[in-house]
Nanobody, 127 residues
Framework: QVQLVESGGGLVQAGGSLRLSCAASGRTFSNYVAGWFRQAPGKEREFVARIYWSGSSTYSTDSVKGRFTISRDNAKKTVYLQMNSLKPEDTAVYYC????????????????????WGQGTQVTVSS
């Protein structure tokens, strides 16, 4: 069992930066693939990025490539999402997720592939 708690959301102007953190509980968190989704008002949840347990493999959706960076510290049981050059269209509730699957390729975009979800943290980018 894994529990996830996000923090670091807030209000920022376009072009600014935020770093989201996700604190995990559970002894085997280091075995899980971790990631982030987001959901804007009136839209479906959207995959943002994922990172494998070793931290050596990351993957992010095209709309955030070059701006967002996912990382993890297994000793601290924490996953991070560094968000730079933020745009108003990045406004959403951001969810930390974890999956017990060994690997996630293109299926990482599917909500059903992720076993655990945090409660979400709001990110608002003003123009």
């Amino acid at each position: 069992q894994v529990q996830l708690v996000e923090s670091g959301g807030g209000l920022v102007q376009a072009g600014g930066s935020l770093r989201l953190s996700c604190a995990a509980s559970g002894r085997t968190f280091s075995n899980y693939v971790a990631g982030w989704f987001r959901q804007a008002p009136g839209k479906e949840r959207e995959f943002v990025a994922r990172i494998y347990w070793s931290g050596s493999s990351t993957y992010s959706t095209d709309s955030v490539k070059g701006r967002f960076t996912i990382s993890r510290d297994n000793a601290k049981k924490t996953v991070y999402l560094q968000m730079n050059s933020l745009k108003p269209e990045d406004t959403a509730v951001y969810y930390c997720v974890a999956s017990s699957r060994i690997a996630l390729g293109p299926r990482a975009h599917l909500v059903s592939e992720w076993d655990y979800w945090g409660q979400g943290t709001q990110v608002t980018v003003s123009s």
